[in-house]
């Protein structure tokens, strides 16, 4: 695989005229034929449907993009569920996964209606004191623990997130949730984070449709939905091939068919939550270079930094960079790539063979269409970056602006003294 940029020089330097950088820029091409794409793929479900996890691109430009190709939303915390309610999903197009949840949050979610998806056993009791019943429509999320192995060799461990019930967990949780009241149930399990293979989906179906099967046979529960979760990732360096969504819907439908229905549940509908999948390749990271700095290593420091793009920073993630107008020069030069935080960590690259880069140069920092602007932060006083979206007539639009010193002293209203700065 070739990582080409999806914007070309003249582009960003048009967009440059009237933003500066640093900037997130969107392919709405991409991401419209990436949803539709998805949609097709798990087409042989009629219940199928896409939510979208907003944790990894919450900006309603994007949200209501793919919404319109039927997807809903994930939400992990009370503002999601707010962003969501006000572009107008409700109801089943909102599935509230979170964990360790405040009261108010499951207040929130209950109200507007959204399927609530279980983390604990200990929740059930929580969640009916807390808003008062249980809701006729819930789902709970399984954790099997250990090693998960596929195919490929292993893929995660799960036995050390902090996340769902076990197995017997599982059981007991459905008969006492069906004892109070509930009467829809759903079952959601995310094992492996970015994968990049289209055996992860199959290989997590079949666990759950075997489990489904069983805790069926065992508690007489109505099961309306599986949920696959996310964990389809995308290939970050450039070596790696794509994920095929079209072959990992066809794997799933296979499983399907061999498992749900024999047991005559060919009804329940399948669920999958991707947010890197969905947006990801579809979002780049714009920067300058600025400064040169040769002491025991080459440097090269851009206007961006980790308040940009953490990922680099915090796992030591590598995210590709094409230097524009330079993409078919030789890769002689090794340089670490750094942003202006007060952290030895603040760097999108560290000896990475790039071609020679000059003041000015324009970098794209690719696949920062997920977890990328969602992840910022302020530190050091840096404030973080407009969103622009590359619109499929070439045109481009402002959709989020960049923060201004006054967002960022204007949660100090109570200090007198910080009047004049805003």
Not at 29 to 54: D, H, L, P
Not at 124 to 149: A, D, S, W, Y
């Amino acid at each position: 695989m070739n990582k080409k940029p999806f914007v070309t020089l003249d582009k960003l330097k048009e967009i440059n005229k009237e933003y500066p950088t640093p900037f997130h820029l969107y392919d709405e091409k991409g991401i419209r034929e990436n949803a539709s794409k998805v949609k097709q793929a798990f087409s042989w479900n009629k219940g199928f449907r896409e939510y979208f996890a907003v944790k990894a691109n919450p900006n309603p430009f994007i949200i209501n993009i793919l919404k319109e190709y039927g997807c809903g939303t994930d939400c992990s915390s009370m503002t999601e569920l707010m962003l969501s309610n006000s572009l107008g999903f409700s109801n089943e197009e909102i599935m509230f996964s979170s964990n360790d949840t405040p009261a108010e949050d499951f207040v929130y979610a209950d109200k507007i209606g959204a399927t609530i998806n279980l983390d604990d056993f200990t929740h059930i009791e929580f969640l009916e004191k807390t808003i008062g019943h249980i809701p006729k429509r819930i789902c709970c999320r399984f954790n099997p623990g250990g090693i998960f192995q596929g195919a490929n060799g292993i893929m995660d461990n799960p036995g050390d997130a902090k996340y769902g019930f076990t197995k017997e967990q599982l059981i007991e949780g459905y008969k006492l949730l069906k004892q109070k009241g509930a009467k829809e149930f759903g079952i959601h399990a995310f094992l492996a984070s970015n994968t990049v293979s289209n055996d992860y989906y199959p290989e997590l179906a079949e666990i759950l449709f075997k489990l489904i099967v069983e805790i069926k046979e065992e508690t007489g529960c109505d099961f309306r939905f599986i949920n696959l979760s996310g964990g389809v990732g995308i290939p970050y360096q450039p070596d790696k091939e794509p994920n095929d969504i079209l072959k990992i819907g066809e794997g799933v439908r296979k499983v399907y068919e061999k498992i749900l229905t024999p047991a005559g549940l060919d009804d329940i509908a399948i669920y999958t939550e991707m947010g890197r999948f969905m947006t990801g390749p579809y979002g780049c990271l714009v920067t300058k270079a600025i400064h040169k700095k040769h002491t025991y290593k080459e440097y090269i420091g851009v206007d961006a930094c980790a308040v940009d793009l953490m990922r680099p920073a915090m796992y030591g993630a590598y995210h590709h960079i094409s230097v524009m107008g330079k993409e078919d020069a030789p890769l002689d030069h090794k340089y670490d790539v750094t942003g202006s935080l007060c952290e030895n960590n603040d760097k999108f690259a560290i000896d990475r063979q790039l071609p020679k880069i000059d003041i000015g140069d324009y970098l794209v920092i690719h696949d920062s269409g997920a977890h990328g602007y969602a992840m910022g932060y302020n530190y050091n006083g840096r404030l973080k970056s407009a969103e622009i979206l590359l619109k499929e007539d070439g045109s481009y639009q402002l959709i989020r602006r960049a923060e201004t010193t006054k967002d960022y002293f204007a949660t100090f209203d109570c200090f007198d003294i910080i009047k004049d700065l805003v």
